[in-house]
Nanobody, 124 residues
């Protein structure tokens, strides 16, 4: 089992940047595919970005492609989401999640472990 703790959320103006982090407990972090999801008020949780075990393959939702970058440091048991050119519609609670299957998938049901989330608010 792995425990995930997000950090780095906050308030930023439109056009600004923010990096959120997700620290994982345990020695098996490198065996998990990692994903970032977000949930805005009144909306369903949606896939944002994912990264394979080694970090060699990434995937992004169309809405963030070219603006967000997912990365991981297996030595630090941490996955990051660098968010640039932020828009008010990026406002949401951001969650990291771990998929023990190792496959890179967008389906929320594929992920086995979740963090508690961190709030990102983008003002116009």
């Amino acid at each position: 089992q792995v425990q995930l703790v997000e950090s780095g959320g906050g308030l930023v103006q439109a056009g600004g940047s923010l990096r959120v982090s997700c620290a994982a407990s345990g020695r098996t972090f490198s065996t998990y595919t990692m994903g970032w999801f977000r949930q805005a008020p009144g909306k369903e949780r949606e896939f944002v970005a994912g990264i394979t075990r080694s970090g060699g393959i990434t995937d992004y939702a169309d809405s963030v492609k070219g603006r967000f970058t997912i990365s991981r440091d297996n030595a630090k048991n941490t996955v990051y989401l660098q968010m640039n050119s932020l828009k008010p519609e990026d406002t949401a609670v951001y969650y990291c999640a771990a998929d023990k299957s190792g496959f890179l998938r967008r389906d929320i049901r594929s992920y086995d472990y979740w963090g508690q989330g961190t709030q990102v608010t983008v003002s116009s």
